[in-house]
């Protein structure tokens, strides 16, 4: 059915919510990020135009902040990948209690909401937890560098694996399970069935769930912030603070424009892998 | 040989899984029972004695009950309005075919890949130009935001599963499209819309990084005062605020359950994919 | 007056003609079935009489008025879908009563009418019931009786029966065909399937690529079909390809296939070499063991050998390769006879009445089976 006069108008306010909540102010964003920043100044000079904030990320001192968050993002995403599998394959293929138990538990996981989670693992990995003995038995000093990345990568991991667990419950459910079991009749071993056929056809799904949490991780926020100590900073957090510390809000535009980028072009590459799936083989 | 690697990789498998399992559930049961703990300071786990002393603290905590009393607000007002906005939507990508239908579709469902950080501040910039500085206004703003996706699909994946025959019925027995609408499709909706609903409600309450670009002292939200309290003091008045937080979703998420069916929602996509 | 009538009705999708200049005209009070394979465009025309498609060209009248521009709530048509559209969230009480909601019956008069019409259905005492407590037969007949209860010009079926099993099918089969006797609505009947058509309504149109390929009663369309798509559509069919050589009295020809098999067929259009396709429905044949017997009758007879026999519980069929080459299927009743093995010698044997003879249409000879190209038995 086509569109009648009052469809328009509906469709008009629809319009106008999303272009008040979301478009301008994203485009604010945009045109906020070529202001001159001077220092002392809530927001950029208005009227300016530079690309200085832009210049900026280039530079070794924040294009460090860059590198981390794609580093422990991926990390987080490549070890929750490896975990994930083996819970979305027993979800799909399970039968029973436990299975719904684990849907359950990975949904519960998935509503626990950022802040909690950040708080839990600041309290199980922090002074009152685990942190001193895993500190002790990694040799390292309870406030170093590499064990805050590590509960980064853990915190993150909470948050990542129901997510990816989740969505490749749906991918697995799409692979007959008749082919695994096939594959055993005709003489491969369990393991070789499931890695040859199951994983091997589940490969786009697998790569769409990499995308998915590798898009999350890198754009997240509190986990960084709670679990990192100031020692690790997520560009995110970087956008915070030049928000809220410095008031340099070009400088933090430039940074939010980055990430929203960068997790288009994330999203756009899911989109591709996925719909690749559909062309005739 | 073959059957000692197949066993061995049939029993990885299981530990991956109970590792898993363990890695997933011990911070959260740590939390929760360390909010029970009897002790003044923050001690060592496990708590040797148990209490309700940091619950109370928690509820007669001025600080802590404002907070709670603006996410409520917010989250209502904020879920209402992105219900209405995304059930409108909905409604009209599921009956009208015009061109650039799945343009428009695509763009509705856009801000889920924005990350919350952006949302916040660019919402905060916007807002700040047009001179509207009131905290509630500016959270509940950027709340609708990120929530109407989610409005939208629930309600849009509630209208797809009404059969073309239920309104081609109605019509062949002589009601007119718009009755057909009210008294066909949207009742039989009912559980997307209230299922979008009460998914925005949970997502708004729980929302942390745009709260943060967007409140003002007196609207601050519960996130943000928990936020707050971890980085001045950080004690287990905390714990308890955090189980109380668990405990609200948890209400919700049975709601969810018993309206819409959890396999649906994780079919209808929380987790943007 | 017709209760409907097509004229000229043409219906395009994109680059599909779905409906290609049909006309028809359907009396009141008639039952017709829309008889045809899938994409046939019988249900387009369905739609485009019910007012959910608007022609391209032509036009559609119900009860004489020229429907064109009429939504389907402004029509006066009663539709039973394929999979009956119940209102879940509605009583089977409240399904009925909606169309007369619709057209402003008083409050106070509904729940006697809608009483009424469940009796006809014979679901009294149902009303309170949700469509998911019911059966498929109990649905259809919530359907029918919703449909019926805003007495329209005309009532339209789609695929009544095929949702049901077997036994259902029959069982409602019969109430259906009851049901529309007495409430004597003007029906059509929309279907793919030939025996809901012949059992249902009194006069078959057959619809093929969006054009009538034969229409009229059950018995002409299955005994007299007029093309080898229609014979072949209303049932199995053994064919064969060949000339008239001559005729042996007036009204009977013989005939001769490609593989030389020689036979007498009854045709009253008949001249001495002209092309024709002859189809012997496999009930009409038979088949004798005993090659003497039988040999001062009038049937044709035709020596052969069985290639395999299939036994169905009520019938048996016998496959056999006729001498000439020729595979035919001949299917008897299941009196207590049994199968012959392979190889056994048989002469297979049919009345030259039962010869349906059509002009040649340079196909090939379908195997009775219908499509499938069975691989050679020995």
């Known amino acids: 059915m086509r569109l009648t006069r009052g469809a328009v108008l509906l469709l008009a306010t629809v319009l106008i919510v999303f272009l008040g909540l979301y478009v301008l102010p994203l485009a604010t964003l945009v045109r906020e990020s070529f202001k001159v920043y001077r220092s002392g100044r809530i927001g950029g000079l208005t009227g300016t135009f530079t690309l200085a904030n832009y210049a900026e990320l280039f530079t070794p001192a924040y294009a460090a902040y860059f590198l981390d968050t794609f580093r422990i993002g991926f990390i987080a995403t490549a070890l929750g990948l490896i975990a994930s599998y083996p819970i979305a394959h027993f979800v799909a293929r399970g039968r029973g209690r436990i299975r719904t138990l684990w849907i359950a538990l990975l949904v519960a996981m998935l509503f626990v909401g950022t802040l909690v989670r950040a708080y839990s693992f600041a309290l199980t990995f922090g002074p009152v937890g685990v942190l001193l003995p895993v500190s002790r038995f990694l040799g390292v000093s309870p406030n170093s560098l590499t064990l805050t990345e590590l509960v980064v990568i853990a915190g993150l991991l909470h948050y990542v694996i129901p997510l990816m667990a989740l969505t490749l419950v749906g991918t697995i459910h799409n692979v007959n399970p008749a082919l695994e079991q096939v594959a055993q009749s005709l003489g491969a071993p369990r393991w070789k069935a499931f890695f040859t056929i199951t994983v091997l056809l589940s490969g786009r799904g697998i790569l769409s769930a990499f995308l998915l949490g590798y898009a999350l991780t890198i754009s997240s926020f509190v986990i960084p912030m709670v679990l990192g100590k100031g020692i690790v900073l997520f560009a995110t957090n970087l956008i915070f603070n030049r928000f809220s510390e410095l008031a340099h809000y070009p400088g933090g535009a430039a940074i939010a424009v980055v990430m929203l980028l960068l997790s288009f072009l994330i999203i756009y590459g899911i989109v591709r892998v996925v719909s690749r799936r559909l062309e005739p083989a | 040989m073959t059957r000692l690697l197949d066993t061995a990789f049939v029993a990885l498998f299981g530990v991956v899984l109970v590792a898993a399992a363990v890695f997933l559930i011990v911070p959260i049961v740590m939390t929760v029972l360390m909010s029970f703990d009897g002790r003044e300071y923050l001690g060592r786990f496990p708590p040797p004695v148990l209490s309700l002393r940091w619950y109370t603290a928690f509820f007669f905590d001025s600080y802590y009950m404002v907070a709670l009393r603006n996410s409520a607000m917010v989250s209502t007002v904020a879920a209402t309005m992105a219900t209405v906005t995304g059930v409108t939507a909905a409604v009209l990508l599921d009956r009208y075919r015009f061109r650039g239908r799945e343009a428009l579709s695509a763009f509705f469902l856009s801000p889920l890949v924005v990350p919350t950080v952006v949302m916040g501040f660019s919402v905060l910039m916007f807002l700040s130009l047009l001179g509207l500085y009131d905290g509630f206004v500016r959270l509940i703003a950027g709340h609708i935001v990120?929530?109407?996706?989610?409005?939208?699909?629930?309600?849009?994946?509630?209208?797809?599963?009404?059969k073309r025959s239920l309104v081609e019925a109605a019509l062949s027995l002589g009601a007119d499209e718009r009755r057909a609408f009210r008294e066909i499709t949207l009742p039989l909706a009912k559980t997307g819309i209230v299922a979008g609903a009460v998914l925005a409600f949970a997502l708004s309450f729980e929302e942390v990084s745009v709260s943060l670009f967007l409140y003002d002292p007196p609207s601050t939200t519960l996130p943000v005062a928990i936020l707050g309290a971890m980085r001045s003091q950080f004690n287990l008045t905390l714990a308890s605020a955090s189980v109380v937080m668990m405990g609200v979703t948890a209400v919700l998420v049975l709601v969810l359950d018993r309206v819409f069916g959890l396999d649906r929602i994780i079919g209808a996509g929380i987790y943007r994919s | 007056m017709s209760a409907v009538e097509l004229q000229d009705v043409v219906k395009r999708f994109g680059s599909v003609t779905a409906v290609d200049a049909l006309s028809f005209s359907v009396r009141p009070g008639q039952c017709v079935s829309l008889l045809?394979?899938?994409?046939?465009?019988?249900?387009?025309?369905?739609?485009?009489?019910?007012?959910?498609?608007?022609?391209?060209?032509?036009?559609?009248?119900?009860?004489?008025?020229?429907?064109?521009?009429?939504?389907?709530?402004?029509?006066?048509?009663?539709?039973?879908?394929?999979?009956?559209?119940?209102?879940?969230?509605?009583?089977?009480?409240?399904?009925?009563?909606?169309?007369?909601?619709?057209?402003?019956?008083?409050?106070?008069?509904?729940?006697?009418?809608?009483?009424?019409?469940?009796?006809?259905?014979?679901?009294?005492g149902f009303e309170r019931r949700r469509p998911s407590q019911l059966s498929g037969?109990?649905?259809?007949?919530?359907?029918?009786?919703?449909?019926?209860?805003?007495?329209?010009?005309?009532?339209?079926?789609?695929?009544?029966?095929?949702?049901?099993?077997?036994?259902?099918?029959?069982?409602?089969?019969?109430?259906?065909?009851?049901?529309?006797?007495?409430?004597?609505?003007?029906?059509?009947?929309?279907?793919?399937?030939?025996?809901?058509?012949?059992?249902?309504?009194?006069?078959?149109?057959?619809?093929?690529?969006?054009?009538?390929?034969?229409?009229?009663?059950?018995?002409?369309?299955?005994?007299?079909?007029?093309?080898?798509?229609?014979?072949?559509?209303?049932?199995?069919?053994?064919?064969?390809?060949?000339?008239l050589t001559q005729t042996t009295g007036p009204g009977r020809w013989r005939f001769e296939s490609e593989a030389k098999a020689v036979f007498t067929v009854?045709?009253?259009?008949?001249?001495?070499?002209?092309?024709?396709?002859?189809?012997?429905?496999?009930?009409?044949?038979?088949?004798?063991?005993?090659?003497?017997?039988?040999?001062?009758?009038?049937?044709?007879?035709?020596?052969?050998?069985?290639?395999?026999?299939?036994?169905?519980?009520?019938?048996?069929?016998?496959?056999?390769?006729?001498?000439?080459?020729?595979?035919?299927?001949?299917?008897?009743?299941?009196?207590?006879?049994?199968?012959?093995?392979?190889?056994?010698?048989?002469?297979?044997?049919?009345?030259?009445?039962?010869?349906?003879?059509?002009?040649?249409?340079?196909?090939?000879?379908?195997?009775?089976?219908?499509?499938?190209?069975?691989?050679?038995?020995?």
């Open chain 3, 266 to 378: 009854a045709h009253d259009a008949g001249r001495e070499g002209l092309a024709v396709d002859v189809a012997v429905r496999p009930e009409r044949m038979g088949v004798e063991r005993d090659a003497a017997n039988g040999a001062a009758s009038a049937d044709n007879r035709l020596s052969g050998r069985i290639t395999v026999g299939e036994y169905l519980g009520a019938d048996l069929h016998h496959w056999v390769r006729l001498e000439s080459g020729e595979r035919v299927l001949v299917v008897e009743k299941n009196v207590g006879q049994s199968l012959d093995p392979a190889g056994t010698p048989v002469v297979v044997r049919f009345d030259p009445s039962g010869c349906i003879v059509l002009p040649a249409s340079g196909a090939a000879p379908a195997d009775p089976r219908g499509g499938h190209d069975r691989a050679e038995r020995p």
């Open chain 2, 146 to 162: 990120i929530t109407v996706p989610y409005t939208i699909r629930t309600t849009l994946a509630s209208l797809v599963g009404i």
């Open chain 3, 36 to 124: 045809g394979p899938s994409g046939c465009g019988k249900t387009t025309t369905l739609r485009l009489i019910a007012g959910f498609e608007a022609p391209d060209r032509g036009t559609v009248r119900i009860a004489g008025r020229d429907m064109a521009g009429r939504r389907p709530y402004e029509r006066s048509v009663g539709l039973v879908f394929q999979d009956y559209a119940l209102f879940p969230h509605m009583t089977v009480e409240e399904n009925v009563a909606y169309g007369m909601r619709q057209r402003g019956v008083a409050r106070g008069e509904i729940p006697d009418r809608v009483r009424r019409w469940l009796e006809q259905v014979r679901l009294v």
């Open chain 3, 137 to 243: 037969g109990e649905q259809q007949r919530v359907a029918l009786a919703r449909a019926l209860a805003i007495e329209p010009d005309v009532l339209l079926l789609d695929e009544p029966l095929s949702n049901l099993d077997a036994k259902l099918r029959q069982e409602l089969r019969l109430e259906l065909k009851a049901l529309l006797g007495s409430v004597r609505t003007t029906t059509i009947v929309v279907t793919h399937d030939q025996e809901e058509a012949i059992t249902l309504s009194e006069h078959v149109i057959i619809v093929n690529r969006g054009r009538i390929e034969q229409q009229g009663a059950p018995g002409d369309v299955y005994g007299r079909p007029r093309n080898r798509f229609v014979a072949e559509f209303m049932g199995r069919t053994n064919w064969f390809t060949g000339r």
